[in-house]
């Protein structure tokens, strides 16, 4: 490529050197004790060019590539070990009425489900704190990550979300946007001027909560672990935030499939943060969410939920069903309409 295509290319992507954040010096020591340079908005509190969210307000997750049916994978495969030499493509073969009653069998684990692991979707992922992120790239099976590197561009204006808690106190929370105001001046110190640092060394004074984007794709099996999981209220308000967005976008194209995403303890029927003794030693440090308050045990070190769901759903806008919300789709009239056209394609 020539240097004015290489250039091009880069201005696309950010990373021309004319492209680093310029700010006056000026503002940068205003900011942290000058409230009136504070502005609320509809995702918290902006301070000059940086944004602090108040919870989990502002992230996103768009969905960069799906299946266009899934059912007729689901299908396909389960009933791969069957049929004559011929060895034909089923599903135009099959009924509607037949076809959901096999990915159904799949869907609840009663049938082979090869197909879960052949259903890939990609997504991208916006404003999750480096906390969620390196909780969700924790994931070792069916899922690979590419993620916005901290090291090879700016992160000047990334965002700083402040937990619920804290936010609910207004001292407290102005002294951790205050705080974190001066982070963000010396960031910017330690990365400008002729003699700037790397952005790998200016990466040491980043915190566990400054906004984080990335890209990631996965097999709906392994999607199916990671709901249980993380959609239960015992970890971080935006590491469940993440899994709630990604089941939304999982509902709006494909209902039945969001409707086996759920919380491993609406699986289980009960509270699991204390399982049993073990649970005092290697368990939730916090209370049960009330999901299933009758099967809560007492043990905790903070005397409130994790990860609230009803802030969650008025922060996100997004209502995850309750335990007796899920539905039971006994036969093919059952399905929503976008899932039936599926079934009859």
Same mark, same amino acid.
């Given at each position: 490529?020539?240097? =004015?295509?290489?250039?091009? $290319?880069?201005? #696309?992507? /950010?990373? @021309?050197?004319?492209?680093?954040?310029? &700010?006056?010096? !000026?503002?940068?020591?205003?900011?942290?004790?000058?409230?009136?340079?504070?502005?609320?908005?509809?995702?918290?509190?902006?301070?000059?060019?940086?944004?602090?969210?108040?919870?989990?307000?502002?992230?996103?997750?768009?969905?960069?590539?799906?299946?266009?049916?899934?059912?007729?994978?689901?299908?396909?495969?389960?009933?791969?070990?069957?049929?004559?030499?011929?060895?034909?493509?089923?599903?135009?073969?099959? =009924?509607?009425?037949?076809? $959901?009653?096999? #990915?159904? /069998?799949? @869907?609840?684990?009663?049938?082979?489900? &090869?197909?879960? !692991?052949?259903?890939?979707?990609?997504?991208?992922?916006?404003?999750?704190?480096?906390?969620?992120?390196?909780?969700?790239?924790?994931?070792?099976?069916?899922?690979?990550?590419?993620?916005?590197?901290?090291?090879?561009?700016?992160?000047?204006?990334?965002?700083?979300?402040?937990?619920?808690?804290?936010?609910?106190?207004?001292?407290?929370?102005?002294?951790?946007?205050?705080?974190?105001?001066?982070?963000?001046?010396?960031?910017?110190?330690?990365?400008?001027?002729?003699? /700037?640092?790397?952005?790998?060394?200016?990466?040491?004074?980043?915190?566990?909560?400054?906004?984080?984007?990335?890209?990631?794709?996965?097999?709906?099996?392994?999607?199916?672990?990671?709901?249980?999981?993380?959609?239960?209220?015992?970890?971080?308000?935006?590491?469940?935030?993440?899994?709630?967005?990604?089941?939304?976008?999982?509902?709006?194209?494909?209902?039945?499939?969001?409707?086996?995403?759920?919380?491993?303890?609406?699986?289980?029927?009960?509270?699991?943060?204390?399982?049993?003794?073990?649970?005092?030693?290697?368990?939730?440090?916090?209370?049960?969410?009330?999901?299933?308050?009758?099967?809560?045990?007492?043990?905790?070190?903070?005397?409130?939920?994790?990860?609230?769901?009803?802030?969650?759903?008025?922060?996100?806008?997004?209502?995850?069903?309750?335990?007796?919300?899920?539905?039971?789709?006994?036969?093919?009239?059952?399905?929503?309409?976008?899932?039936?056209?599926?079934?009859?394609?």
């Amino acid at each position: 490529m020539e240097k =004015k295509q290489i250039d091009e $290319f880069r201005r #696309v992507l /950010g990373t @021309l050197p004319e492209q680093t954040p310029i &700010l006056n010096i !000026e503002d940068l020591n205003k900011y942290p004790v000058d409230k009136s340079t504070w502005q609320e908005n509809e995702y918290g509190i902006k301070a000059g060019p940086f944004q602090f969210y108040e919870g989990v307000r502002g992230m996103s997750v768009e969905t960069i590539d799906y299946p266009s049916n899934p059912y007729r994978l689901l299908f396909e495969f389960c009933v791969s070990t069957w049929g004559s030499e011929e060895y034909p493509t089923m599903w135009p073969r099959t =009924k509607p009425e037949h076809r $959901f009653e096999v #990915v159904k /069998g799949v @869907l609840e684990n009663k049938a082979l489900p &090869l197909g879960n !692991e052949a259903l890939q979707f990609s997504f991208i992922v916006r404003s999750a704190s480096r906390a969620a992120f390196d909780q969700h790239a924790r994931m070792r099976v069916g899922a690979t990550f590419a993620s916005q590197g901290v090291r090879d561009n700016s992160r000047l204006f990334a965002g700083f979300r402040v937990p619920n808690e804290i936010w609910r106190n207004k001292e407290t929370r102005e002294e951790l946007i205050s705080s974190a105001l001066w982070l963000k001046k010396v960031y910017y110190l330690l990365t400008s001027g002729k003699k /700037g640092n790397s952005f790998q060394a200016a990466r040491s004074v980043m915190t566990m909560n400054w906004t984080h984007n990335y890209k990631w794709s996965v097999n709906y099996m392994s999607l199916k672990s990671y709901m249980a999981r993380r959609l239960v209220a015992s970890e971080q308000e935006d590491t469940v935030a993440t899994a709630i967005l990604h089941w939304n976008e999982i509902n709006k194209r494909f209902p039945l499939l969001a409707n086996y995403l759920r919380p491993k303890c609406d699986w289980a029927k009960k509270c699991l943060c204390h399982q049993d003794e073990y649970g005092k030693l290697f368990g939730s440090l916090f209370k049960g969410c009330g999901r299933f308050p009758e099967t809560e045990h007492n043990y905790s070190t903070f005397n409130w939920s994790c990860t609230d769901y009803e802030t969650l759903e008025q922060q996100t806008g997004i209502h995850l069903p309750n335990p007796n919300e899920w539905k039971n789709y006994e036969k093919l009239e059952d399905l929503e309409e976008k899932d039936q056209k599926l079934f009859k394609e």
